[in-house]
């Protein structure tokens, strides 16, 4: 197999690098960051076959509006005439609907289930120690309207052969006996699964470096050579590197890059953000969403992550105080012996998410150039699709026959 070189070193980028080194390549790290911090360090760490729904779904739109009018909402989008940002909501608004959520679903439900049993794999390899649990996944609901949305979800997951069980107050203080929860009740998904995610990049950064992988950080690809359909060299910080096949999987920065070649792809940056409390008084013993405050708890060892908020096509490295207030506001509604001031001298992690318009993301060849692939578009779901991604990248580039069905997933669609 040819020299490779993948263009981004998150959890797509590194997962990709491990399969095609598997594979024989002879694999070269790119990243403009020295791979310490990114989106895929302080995300919620959820492995979740029960995310089977994508992003472009019905209801999301007038949700999505009302939310527009709230300061501390997990959801916004900055009004402004940007032409790609206008494209990505027209595209947004053709796909929520239910003959989109039907097509996806399967896909995103086997996808997921892939990465789950990839992350076993790599929870066996040796230097690997990631704190992989399957503890499932709870979605807390207090209100009548969210609890009929998540019935109908557990149902759908049934139809779909995923485990989903109903729960009421009595259920959920067997399943959480040593934290008081006010809720109306939930849906537990036995099958999700979580883990340490900073930890296990570490982990794999290093088993890369000993199997040979090399990497090129902190610096910026400047330009792009191309002889016909070929790319033939990348430039990074002046220096010509010649090149035999790229991937980019840059996750929101993948949209830039590809303009040097010449590409519109439609990707927004999706602004999350996370606080990480150490040694909590109190903490859920099973990795949580808040349903109506859509928040993320999970969770870590010793430590509780809480994460949540969706700024959609902003670029800003200043932290939202209002939008983290309302995350963090969420946690003592529904856990009472959570205190606001648990937070109050907890730093806040802030990343971006690369959001496809229809909720799927984009893994595919080049259809300008032969030897590119293109991996990005997750959203929220990186660190879940990680290993199946980075496995199927390595079929894209070997020529291998795929293990999944990607027709959704094209750059064209």
């Given at each position: 197999m040819s020299k490779t070189h993948i263009i981004g070193g998150g959890i797509i980028g590194l997962c990709s690098a491990w399969y095609l080194n598997k594979a024989g390549a002879?694999?070269?790290v790119v990243d403009q960051s020295n791979l310490l911090s990114g989106t895929s360090h302080g995300n919620a760490g959820m492995i979740v076959p029960s995310h089977f729904v994508p992003l472009a779904s019905p209801g999301v739109i007038a949700q999505g509006i009302r939310w527009m009018f709230d300061a501390k909402s997990p959801?916004?989008?900055?009004?402004?005439?940007?032409?790609a940002l206008l494209q990505w909501l027209w595209k947004f608004y053709r796909s929520c609907n239910h003959a989109h959520v039907a097509r996806c679903a399967p896909v995103l439900l086997e996808f997921n289930e892939w990465?789950?049993?990839?992350?076993?794999?790599?929870?066996?390899?040796?230097?690997?120690?990631?704190?992989?649990?399957?503890k499932g996944l709870l979605m807390l609901y207090q209100t009548a309207r969210q609890e009929k949305e998540e019935i109908e979800l557990a149902e759908r997951a049934h139809e779909l052969g995923v485990a989903a069980k109903v729960v009421g107050e009595t259920d959920l203080k067997k399943l959480e006996p040593s934290i008081k929860i006010n809720a109306r009740g939930g849906v537990y998904f036995q099958g999700d699964a979580h883990l340490k995610p900073g930890k296990f990049i570490n982990d794999l950064i290093s088993a890369l470096r000993q199997v040979g992988v090399q990497f090129i950080l902190g610096k910026e690809i400047q330009q792009f050579e191309t002889t016909g359909n070929r790319i033939t060299g990348i430039e990074v910080a002046s220096q010509k590197i010649a090149t035999e096949h790229v991937v980019i999987a840059a996750g929101s920065w993948t949209s830039k890059l590809l303009r040097k070649l010449g590409?519109?792809?439609?990707?927004?940056?999706?602004?999350?953000?996370?606080?990480?409390?150490?040694d909590p008084k109190a903490s859920?013993?099973?990795?949580?969403?808040?349903?109506?405050?859509?928040?993320?708890?999970?969770?870590?060892?010793?430590?509780?992550?809480?994460?949540?908020?969706?700024?959609?096509?902003?670029?800003?490295?200043?932290?939202?105080?209002?939008?983290?207030?309302?995350i963090l506001e969420s946690m003592p509604r529904y856990y009472p012996e959570i205190a606001l001031d648990d937070f109050s001298r907890e730093e806040v992690w802030q990343?971006?998410?690369?959001?496809?318009?229809?909720?799927?993301?984009?893994?595919?060849?080049?259809?300008?150039?032969?030897?590119l692939t293109i991996a990005t578009g997750h959203g929220m779901m990186g660190m879940s699709l990680g290993p199946a991604t980075g496995k199927l990248v390595s079929e894209l580039v070997s020529g291998e026959k795929l293990n999944l069905d990607i027709s959704s997933m094209s750059i064209g669609r």
């Open positions: 002879d694999v070269t959801f916004y989008v900055k009004p402004r005439l940007d032409k990465s789950r049993s990839l992350y076993e794999e790599f929870s066996q390899e040796e230097g690997f120690d990631f704190a992989f649990e399957k590409h519109s792809l439609s990707l927004q940056p999706g602004k999350g953000y996370s606080v990480t409390i150490e859920p013993a099973i990795p949580t969403i808040l349903t109506e405050a859509k928040v993320a708890v999970t969770p870590m060892g010793n430590n509780l992550r809480v994460g949540g908020t969706l700024e959609l096509g902003q670029w800003s490295d200043k932290i939202n105080r209002l939008r983290v207030r309302g990343g971006y998410r690369p959001c496809a318009p229809d909720g799927m993301p984009y893994i595919d060849t080049g259809k300008m150039y032969s030897n």
